[in-house]
């Protein structure tokens, strides 16, 4: 993968202003791309991620290491669900629009190398995806997986849901799993959730879970990002990254623009992985409260930014 400062007009490019909000363009012209960082996503398929020129370069370096396909029990994760393709661009697309030089896009951590799971069924929402997550978990942990992201999110389920009372880091099923992940080493991140006030859901009630909110381009928070605190009075989220208006890459290499924690947690995670590339041995707790530290709001933290 070529340097991002080898790119003049970087910062013109289609994805330079989420990923300038928190750094990311200084990180990428000083090298930090997330290469060697190994990420597992979970999500609902990567249709066709496979075929989009912008993600190319993943599979014609070899890094794309691993998928599975835990919901259809297969390998192939590119015949269905789209989400994962546009959470899968923004952590790792590379490349300028064929049609208009000037759109330049560069992904969070255009540089790491990727497991793709799907655990997600959009015919229904039960425990089952939840189940469907641990195995991906320790799936991608027994390859070696140094981080997550994960735009899902699990609270009213078809039958059996989660109470408010439940979000208190130690109940749900994702939760616990996404902790015990944390505590091998994995840095977790995952969205906040889509649903406003009082509606944050798990796992991002969890205590080593990176939760990321929502905010515009001018940084002020996305209405329907989901607000904390956790059950037990913790905040939540953690960070907020641009997740409204945020710009991703269809599967047939059209630049796009779109709304959700969903793209504000690749657009956070990257960061993450970039941050892990330059001091790899940095316990991930410790990455996690750096990141925390570093954000503008950490003397004075609420439920709406983290």
């Given at each position: 993968v070529p340097a991002v400062n080898a790119r003049e007009g970087y910062s013109a490019g289609f994805s330079h202003t989420q990923t300038a909000m928190i750094g990311l363009d200084k990180l990428h012209k000083n090298g930090y791309n997330g290469h060697g960082i190994l990420i597992s996503m979970?999500?609902?398929?990567?249709?066709?991620?496979?075929?989009?020129?912008?993600?190319?370069?993943?599979?014609?370096?070899?890094?794309?290491?691993?998928?599975?396909?835990?919901?259809?029990?297969?390998?192939?994760?590119?015949?269905q669900g789209d989400h994962g393709q546009f959470t899968l661009s923004i952590l790792a697309g590379w490349g300028e629009s064929s049609s208009d030089s000037s759109f330049w896009f560069a992904g969070s951590a255009h540089?790491?190398?990727?497991?793709?799971?799907?655990?997600?069924?959009?015919?229904?929402?039960?425990?089952?995806?939840?189940?469907?997550?641990?195995?991906?978990?320790?799936?991608?942990?027994?390859?070696?997986?140094?981080?997550?992201?994960?735009?899902?999110?699990?609270?009213?389920?078809?039958f059996d849901s989660y109470t408010y009372d439940d979000l208190d880091g130690n109940t749900a099923i994702i939760t616990i799993a996404a902790d015990l992940a944390a505590s091998k080493g994995i840095v977790v991140f995952n969205s906040a959730g889509n649903d406003g006030a009082g509606k944050m859901l798990a796992p991002s009630d969890?205590?080593?879970?990176?939760?990321?909110?929502?905010?515009?381009?001018?940084?002020?928070?996305?209405?329907?990002?989901?607000?904390?605190?956790?059950?037990?009075?913790?905040?939540?989220?953690?960070?907020?990254?641009?997740?409204?208006?945020?710009?991703?890459?269809?599967?047939?290499?059209?630049?796009?623009?779109?709304?959700?924690?969903?793209?504000?947690?690749?657009?956070?995670?990257?960061?993450?992985?970039?941050?892990?590339?330059?001091?790899?041995?940095?316990?991930?707790?410790?990455?996690?409260?750096?990141i925390i530290r570093s954000a503008d709001r950490y003397e004075s933290p609420d439920t709406f930014y983290g």
């Open positions: 979970m999500d609902n398929g990567f249709r066709d991620a496979d075929k989009n020129p912008y993600l190319s370069h993943l599979i014609n370096s070899d890094r794309l290491v691993a998928t599975w396909d835990f919901v259809n029990n297969e390998e192939n994760v590119f015949n540089g790491a190398s990727f497991i793709l799971c799907h655990t997600e069924s959009d015919a229904s929402e039960t425990h089952q995806e939840e189940d469907n997550w641990v195995a991906a978990m320790e799936f991608a942990d027994s390859i070696g997986a140094d981080l997550f992201s994960t735009s899902l999110g699990y609270r009213t389920l078809d969890g205590d080593s879970v990176i939760s990321v909110g929502a905010v515009n381009g001018s940084e002020v928070i996305a209405g329907f990002s989901s607000q904390g605190p956790s059950f037990d009075g913790r905040i939540k989220p953690d960070i907020s990254a641009m997740g409204e208006g945020c710009s991703y890459i269809r599967s047939s290499g059209t630049l796009s623009q779109g709304n959700g924690t969903s793209f504000s947690c690749p657009v956070a995670a990257g960061m993450g992985a970039c941050l892990l590339q330059s001091a790899p041995n940095t316990p991930n707790m410790v990455l996690y409260d750096a």
